[in-house]
């Protein structure tokens, strides 16, 4: 149980155009979904907490404008990158935790983004 | 300030040789969890131990063990008697709080070669 999916898992873009990233739990119900950005060799950064409902809340340095996030159920977040430039190439990945289940939250298999 | 640090970029170990990967974190609150994630080359975060700041004992699963010292807020993670497979990223990772549902942050994380 417990899984996460994204889609799609690499994804090619020309610079200007935008990209969605769908995040999904696939067998659970997920109020609180989180994104991450991670450039190659480098940690996990987190961008922002998508929360069913409302608004989602973004870290410092994060642009809320250029990276647009929807919870729109409980199993569905989305995030946007709207016009995506070469240096929005990354590898982005969600997380939901389990409500009254194990402390880990758990990873979607990320998505890899390049604009050329 | 960083809130977790990784200070060992790589590390080489013998296959066979227990291996200690350490981390150090930072913070105000009483309530807070580690963990302890594997991410090899294709990308997913795979969770291997996870310890509450109230634990008395220290958390294991298998050949993982998370050696937790609270008073010099200390993490390390200790794999038993390496194999090949255990070649990856590791990263550390603290929520503050204890909902399900609050953020995770990650060190910088130690890439492990095992050698045969």
């Known amino acids: 149980g417990a899984v996460v999916s994204q889609h799609p898992s690499r994804v090619i873009c020309k610079s200007g155009t935008s990209v969605k990233i769908e995040c999904r739990s696939l067998?659970?119900?997920?109020?609180?979904m989180f994104w991450y950005r991670q450039f190659p060799k480098q940690s996990l950064m987190l961008m922002a907490t998508?929360?069913?409902?409302?608004?989602?809340?973004?870290e410092q340095g994060v642009e809320k404008d250029k990276f647009l996030i929807n919870h729109a159920s409980l199993t569905l977040s989305t995030l946007t990158v709207t016009s995506a430039h070469p240096e929005d190439s990354s590898f982005y990945i969600c997380?939901?935790?389990?409500?009254?289940?194990?402390?880990?939250?758990?990873f979607g298999p990320g998505t890899r983004l390049t604009v050329l | 300030a960083q809130k977790i640090t990784q200070t060992q970029p790589g590390m080489f170990v013998q296959e066979k040789e227990a291996v200690t990967l350490d981390c150090t974190y930072d913070?105000?609150?009483?309530?807070?969890?580690l963990f302890w994630y594997k991410q090899p080359s294709s990308g997913e975060m795979i969770f291997l131990i996870y310890?509450?700041?109230?634990?008395?004992q220290n958390a294991t699963e298998g050949r993982y063990s998370l050696n937790f010292q609270k008073a010099r807020k200390s993490a390390n993670l200790v794999i038993s008697a390496s194999q090949l497979g255990d070649s990856a990223m590791y990263f550390c990772?603290?929520?503050?709080?204890?909902?399900?549902?609050?953020?995770?942050?990650f060190g910088k994380g130690t890439r492990l070669h095992i050698l045969p």
């Open positions: 067998d659970f119900q997920a109020t609180t």
């Open positions: 997380s939901a935790p389990l409500a009254g289940g194990p402390h880990e939250q758990f």
């Open positions: 990772a603290m929520r503050e709080g204890v909902n399900r549902d609050d953020k995770i942050i």
């Open positions: 310890q509450g700041s109230y634990d008395e």
């Open positions: 998508s929360n069913e409902g409302s608004k989602a809340t973004y």
């Open positions: 913070t105000s609150d009483q309530s807070y969890g």
